[in-house]
């Protein structure tokens, strides 16, 4: 079975400023894949970047990019110039098998 | 295109009681999951299905029970009620199956059961 850990229950940071959010998981599969996805207040869950684990490079979209050390089995997310509108719980998640697994979550605050 | 949509939105029961609860994915999707998501437990995976088939399943009692019809369209049925299924259960739809495809999900329908 596997786990994602999350160990930051909640962060905040000032607006236009960086912000990493941590991830580690731990399985036994050899092909998998890793996802940030956020969920604003409003509930609506929307993925946010997300990486092979056969890939070296870290993913990037725009402002958010990921740092990810197979060996480590770590999966952190960098939020860069942070904004109002990026306030929203974020879960790191694992998929193998059609299974897609969980982090706990980290409440991100941006304040103005 | 539409997004994900849950009926209904919310939802009272009480112990003992059935109930079912309906996803319409993206249209083109044919992978649909279900999650379920709580204060205590976080988002748990319940199952997954493609083309009519479960591809996997959650470690959930065998009272969570799910379907998927030919028009992708799905639903997940909770028999004998138990306070602690009260959660927000989510529906997420993907084109294909495989691990790699991003799954969009919907707003969730609020269970409570008294």
């Known amino acids: 079975a596997q786990t994602v850990t999350q160990s930051q229950p909640e962060m905040s940071v000032q607006e236009a400023e960086t912000v990493t959010l941590s991830c580690t998981y731990d399985?036994?599969?050899?092909?998998?894949?890793l996802f940030w996805y956020k969920q604003p207040p409003s509930r609506q869950m929307i993925l946010v970047i997300r990486?092979?684990?056969?890939?070296?490079q870290n993913a990037t979209e725009n402002r958010f990019s990921v740092n990810f050390q197979k060996a480590a089995k770590s999966f952190s997310l960098k939020i860069s110039d942070s904004q109002l509108g990026d306030t929203a719980m974020y879960f790191c998640?694992?998929?193998?098998?059609?299974?897609?697994?969980f982090g706990a979550g980290t409440t991100v605050t941006v304040r103005a | 295109k539409a997004g994900v949509t849950q009926t209904p939105r919310y939802l009272i029961k009480t112990r003992g009681q059935q109930v079912t609860l309906s996803c319409s994915p993206i249209?083109?999707?044919?992978?649909v999951s279900w999650y379920q998501q709580t204060p205590g437990q976080g988002l748990q995976f319940l199952f997954e299905?493609?083309?009519?088939?479960?591809?996997n399943k959650g470690n959930f009692p065998g009272r969570f029970s799910g379907r998927q019809f030919s028009n992708s369209r799905s639903e997940m049925n909770v028999s004998t009620l138990e306070l602690g299924d009260s959660a927000l259960y989510l529906c997420?739809?993907?084109?294909?199956?495989?691990?790699?495809?991003?799954?969009?999900f919907g707003p969730g329908t609020r269970l409570t059961v008294l």
């Open positions: 997420a739809s993907s084109l294909e199956a495989g691990d790699w495809n991003e799954q969009f």
């Open positions: 399985t036994s599969e050899s092909n998998y894949y």
């Open positions: 990486q092979e684990a056969y890939k070296q």
């Open positions: 998640a694992f998929k193998a098998d059609y299974k897609l697994s």
């Open positions: 249209s083109g999707h044919r992978s």
């Open positions: 299905y493609f083309s009519e088939t479960q591809r």
